[in-house]
């Protein structure tokens, strides 16, 4: 199976739906080829039922050419996954984590609600011992920013 023509394919398939391929390649693990497709959606967690449905759809388009028999491998790039610099925009309003660079003076790490960005910084409301804290970060202090899962 050609992966440089099956990927446009799973792409398309994947926009029509709402998301988007992270990557998608062959892999050998302890004996079993596999086929692992990563994908991800705008501001969304991807469901164990969203999984499934876009396994079957994927499945729908391979070629059933039995000297590349695979296993399909449909995930995700998690619930917490790391967010670039230049997306973060697009998360305002979600809860979210920041971790700090080694030696930067505060806590390691900080949850919260994304406020507000700017070029140089990140403001987050959090909870502080019972009330609710804005803080804002120099990005140049910030390791990375993840979505994160509120328990």
Known sequence: ???NLLQ???EELLKER??????????????????RVIVDKYQHIISLDEI???????DAILDDDEESAFTLDITTTGAEKEIALQEVNDYLGLFIKLTMKDGVKGPN???GILEAVSENEVTISHND???IKKETYAQSDIKTINRAVKY
Request: no cysteine; net charge positive.
């Open 109 to 111: 790490t900080v949850k």
């Open 52 to 58: 499934v449905a876009i396994s079957e759809a994927i």
């Open 8 to 10: 446009p394919k799973v």
């Open 129 to 131: 011992k019972g009330r």
């Open 1 to 3: 199976m050609d992966l």
């Open 18 to 35: 709402g998301y988007r391929l992270v990557s998608m390649r062959f892999l050998n693990e302890e004996g079993t080829r596999f086929l």
